[in-house]
């Protein structure tokens, strides 16, 4: 068979075989690496390493938190990143969000001289030779708001990557045009959302083939509250009132309709950081955990039905290990140990939180017991020894990744001072297997051991090497482009998704990976971590393993679609069959 044609077999509940190329048309398309990623040998010993490329990169982006000196809540929340193919390129490209100076009421410590023009949101699109282009100007995506966060999407299915921008007092939905310009549509879509928007994400609830939009909110932040001591600085988030979430359902028309009360959502208070959506009981239906900051956390189990119920504190995912209301940030969701489940990995203002998927069979069927949702989670953040080591820090932004591609995950966790302006550096920890790791932070280049006050990350392979890199925006200083430039590195494949019967983008699919006698397994699931979104495509490390069995693709509608005898070291599309 040759490696440009993949064959797919489909069916609506299993595989049983593979066709030949002559009895079917291709459903997949490949894109070449490039020939030294190609041709890696079998790696003996990878050694992950990071440099910065900011200069060189043409990404000239610093974070404003508005004021001459922090001195709010909103203004120390920081924000977020996304990357997303806005062009259809094949290549990610870069937005990165900011706040900027709000009414002198607002502010603390307000700046005497106001920046002209204002901080604001930059597009930088990845001209594919390791260099950016600043597009904001003529893409429109310049909101006239305190920004904080920044979701990805394609709403409507026509192909074209769409933006939601939250932050403080205005959500903005962006609709992108197709020709490098997106246009704000909120008002027209139905998408209002008072108070302060923070983390959110997408994920088709009811499997109706549009990605329905989940918000998070923060926290009912008054900016004329000053009760505080100085050696404090400023109000903490329970100095204020909770806030509830809200949850829009996709009309399929290019409207939305708020179901925030109709769906359950509604019935809950918190302090909402982060969020992801993903299928935790392997049920065939995503769910919706948010990382709530001093308040219990919540996972909303999805009942099929357009409703949700709260299970966090029965699955062991509303507190820390002692009980306590932890400082959630950004929560992850990914498989460590190769069991087909969906762990969490979350970002935590003291001990991050390892929580190890214990409900759903072993197997990694998307079809699981009815109880298994309840049979939860478990905290091994201390086994492993993430969180002593992390706990010096405060965590936010993070990702995990196969960053060296021999077949393990990794974390990356980027640090900063909580409510001071205290620089901290960063850890890095290379999965060993079986969920352990090893703290590598010191030996993977001098960019982790630079100390910079971080908030939101995002993660990308931008040259479409099979090596995964990151962007960190840094609270009131310059971001940082973190690229991955390991040694000894393993076969890779990136898988992009396109639903045809399910969404465009193929959130919510989860993808298995079969090679050299092991199994991978992942889900589509947009945002991830803190205030930001990364990549759609999804990453796999093979290490050794020089060819891939077969993939099989476990679609929203319904449908699974197997490839069999898969050439490594490429981007692969794979397109839902009709």
């Known amino acids: 068979m040759k490696s440009a044609v993949l064959v797919a077999l489909f069916g609506a509940v299993s595989i049983t075989g593979f066709a030949s190329a002559a009895q079917t048309a291709p459903a997949a398309t490949q894109v070449p690496a490039p020939a030294a990623a190609a041709s890696a040998k079998a790696p003996v010993q990878s050694a992950i390493r990071f440099e910065d490329a900011t200069d060189k990169s043409g990404i000239e982006f610093t974070h404003s938190f508005g004021s001459a000196k922090l001195g709010s809540l909103l203004e120390g929340t920081g924000a977020g990143c996304v990357w997303f193919d806005y062009n259809n390129s094949g290549r990610p490209s870069l937005y990165v969000v900011s706040g900027r100076s709000l009414d002198d009421s607002m502010h603390p410590y307000p700046l005497k001289d106001k920046p002209n023009p204002p901080a604001h949101n930059h597009l930088y699109r990845n001209d594919g030779n390791g260099h950016f282009t600043d ?46 310009h997106f246009t704000d549509v909120s008002e027209k879509a139905g998408i209002k959302v008072n108070g302060w928007a923070i983390s959110s994400t997408w994920l088709d609830y009811d499997k109706d083939g549009c990605a329905d939009l989940f918000v998070g909110r923060y926290v009912k932040f008054d900016p004329k509250y000053r009760a505080f001591y100085a050696a404090d600085n ?56 948010v990382a709530n900051d001093r308040t219990e956390n919540f ?156 908030r939101g990350a995002c993660f990308a392979d931008y040259e479409n090497n099979g090596k995964v890199d990151a962007y960190v925006v840094n609270l009131g200083a310059e971001g940082k482009l973190l690229h991955n430039v390991s040694t000894g590195t393993g076969h890779w494949i990136e898988v992009k998704l396109v639903g045809t019967k399910s969404n465009r983008d193929g959130i919510g699919a989860r993808v298995e990976v079969m090679a050299g006698g092991r199994r991978w397994t992942a889900e589509r699931v947009a945002s991830l971590g803190y205030l930001s979104e990364n990549d759609g495509r999804l990453h796999f490390g093979l290490g050794a393993a020089a060819t891939i069995d077969k993939l099989i693709v476990h679609w929203p509608s319904g449908r699974e679609q197997a490839i069999g005898n898969v050439t490594v070291d490429r981007v692969l599309t794979v397109e839902e069959p009709k």
Request: net charge negative; with cysteine.
């Open 135 to 180: 597009v904001t100007e003529q893409s429109g995506l310049d909101p006239d708001m305190y920004s904080i966060a920044v979701t990805a999407a394609d709403y409507d299915n026509d192909g074209y990557e769409d933006l939601l921008v939250t932050g403080y007092g205005k959500v903005v939905l962006y609709h992108n045009d197709g020709n490098g």
């Open 234 to 289: 400023y109000p903490g988030p329970l100095d204020y009132a909770g806030q509830t979430n809200m949850l829009f359902h996709n009309n399929c028309d290019g409207t939305f309709t708020d179901v925030t009360e109709k769906s359950g959502i509604g019935a809950y208070v918190g302090r909402t950081m982060g969020v992801t959506a993903a299928d935790f009981d392997n049920d065939g239906w995503d769910d919706i955990y």
């Open 299 to 454: 996972l909303f189990h999805n009942k099929h039905d357009g409703t949700f119920e709260e299970i966090a504190n029965e699955t062991g995912t509303a507190f820390g290990q002692n009980g306590e209301a932890t400082s959630s940030m950004g929560p992850v969701a990914a498989d460590f140990e190769g069991r087909g489940v969906l762990d969490l990995w979350v970002t935590d203002g003291s001990y991050n939180r390892f929580l190890r998927n214990i409900g759903a069979p072993e197997s990694g069927s998307p079809v699981a017991p009815p109880d298994s949702a309840r049979a939860g989670f478990e905290d091994v953040g201390a086994a492993n020894g993430i969180s002593q080591t992390d706990a010096q820090y405060v965590s936010w932004g993070s990702g995990v990744y196969d960053f060296d591609n021999d077949g393990q995950l990794d974390i990356l966790v980027f640090h900063g001072g909580l409510i001071h302006l205290i620089p901290q550096e960063h850890t890095l920890f290379r999965g060993l297997g079986s969920g352990k790791f090893q703290d590598v932070s010191r030996e993977s280049g001098s960019v982790l051991s630079d100390r910079t006050v971080a």
